[in-house]
């Protein structure tokens, strides 16, 4: 018997692996967090399963449907949104699974930040403008930051930044982000992405909260913030490509190849 701890996808089942539709196909009991999980990506289980929505549900109270499954030998598709290793409380789950001697196994998924990329129509990773992405999230009701994960903390870097659990708290995301990346900084926020009802607002950390609080989105939303989300036309192209700098898939006759490792 085992647990397989699938990622959904934001929300788009068009978005769901070949592997993740597999093993839901296969498993006698799907869990899916409903909250976050349309039906429709658990609606390939087989036949006479038993799919249980977990949004209301505790802790000890999945575990348990896990334990009765694992008892009758059945394999068990739990399917959470976007990532599991991102912010999907698989962690404890895992840690009862071990302590019962449960086998698990984790299936990837596409990320909210990935799909928000997709959706908007652009890379995240401009040369010369950003190149890298901060996932993070903010506090509020959830739990704790890690002692120096804070916002302000990650401003200073000038990355981009993937910002969970914030819709609520756009005040101060815009009062402690404005004073490292400038009131006009590009900042998108995407609700339900890849749900029927997605929307991506875009705007600026001066006016994002007021184009936010007009649509009424309160949650189930990604803020991303950095100067990569501008309409950036003046920047340098990659060397991935560039005629100039050979490399060991593309030789250029007569220039010297740069062994990858060299600096």
Aim: contains cysteine.
């Amino acid at each position: 018997m085992t647990v397989y701890f699938i990622g959904a996808g934001p929300g788009d089942p068009e978005l769901l692996t070949l592997k993740a539709q597999r093993i839901i196909g296969e498993c006698p009991v799907c869990l899916y967090a409903g909250s976050l999980v349309p039906p429709e990506v658990v609606a390939c289980a087989p036949e006479g399963a038993r799919v249980m929505d977990t949004a209301p549900m505790t802790l000890d109270q999945t575990h348990a449907e896990i334990l009765a499954a694992h008892q009758r030998g059945e394999d068990v598709a739990r399917v959470h949104s976007g990532d599991p290793s991102l912010y999907g409380a698989v962690a404890e789950q895992v840690r009862r699974l071990q302590a019962d001697g449960i086998d698990y196994q984790i299936v990837p998924g596409v990320p909210a930040y990935a799909a928000a990329a997709a959706a908007l129509g652009q890379e995240l990773t401009i040369p010369e403008i950003a190149q890298s992405i901060v996932l993070t999230r903010v506090s509020m009701q959830s739990t704790a930051m890690p002692e120096g994960e804070t916002l302000e903390n990650f401003a200073r870097t000038g990355a981009t930044l993937a910002i969970h659990l914030g819709v609520r708290n756009m005040r101060e995301i815009e009062r402690v982000l404005t004073p490292h990346y400038g009131a006009d900084c590009p900042v998108v926020v995407a609700y339900r992405v890849g749900w029927p009802d997605e929307i991506l607002i875009r705007g600026t950390l001066s006016d994002i909260r007021l184009k936010v609080r007009a649509e009424k989105i309160t949650r189930t939303a990604l803020i991303l913030v950095g100067p990569a989300l501008g309409r950036v036309r003046d920047f340098k192209d990659s060397a991935l490509y560039d005629p100039t700098r050979p490399h060991v898939l593309r030789p250029v006759v007569g220039v010297d190849l740069v062994e990858e490792n060299n600096t």
